[in-house]
């Protein structure tokens, strides 16, 4: 099992910045992923961001150029820098943990969530 606990959410004027954490913990040997995914009221999950453990990078089209993801693995733990903070990225912000079972199988672990609220 791998347990993820996030934090750094809060609220924060648009513009500003923020920088949430992700602390794993249990079994967290051979993450092949680590993502962040954001959930705002009345809409669906989305991916903000992730990164595979060669240290590739992907973005939603929403926050490129704006957000950072990164890891440190002395630390286990995955970080989502967040600049210029817009209205529209308020939402509950959710880190999630991949592993590679088989071609067919993955796991998937998740925390439980930190609110981030971008005021206008």
């Known amino acids: 099992q791998v347990q993820l606990v996030e934090s750094g959410g809060g609220l924060v004027q648009a513009g500003g910045s923020l920088r949430l954490s992700c602390a794993a913990s249990g079994t967290i040997f051979n993450i092949d992923a680590l993502g962040w995914y954001r959930q705002a009221p009345g809409k669906q999950r989305e991916l903000v961001a992730r990164?595979?453990?060669?240290?590739?990078?992907n973005y939603a089209d929403s926050v490129k150029g704006r957000f950072t993801i990164s890891r440190d693995n002395t630390k286990n733990t995955a970080y989502l820098e967040m600049n210029s903070l817009k209205p529209e990225d308020t939402a509950v912000y959710y880190c999630?943990?991949?592993?590679?079972?088989?071609?067919?199988?993955?796991?998937?672990?998740w925390g439980q969530g930190t609110q981030v609220t971008v005021s206008s």
């Open positions: 999630n943990a991949m592993r590679v079972i088989s071609a067919f199988t993955t796991n998937n672990y």
């Open positions: 990164i595979t453990s060669a240290g590739s990078t």
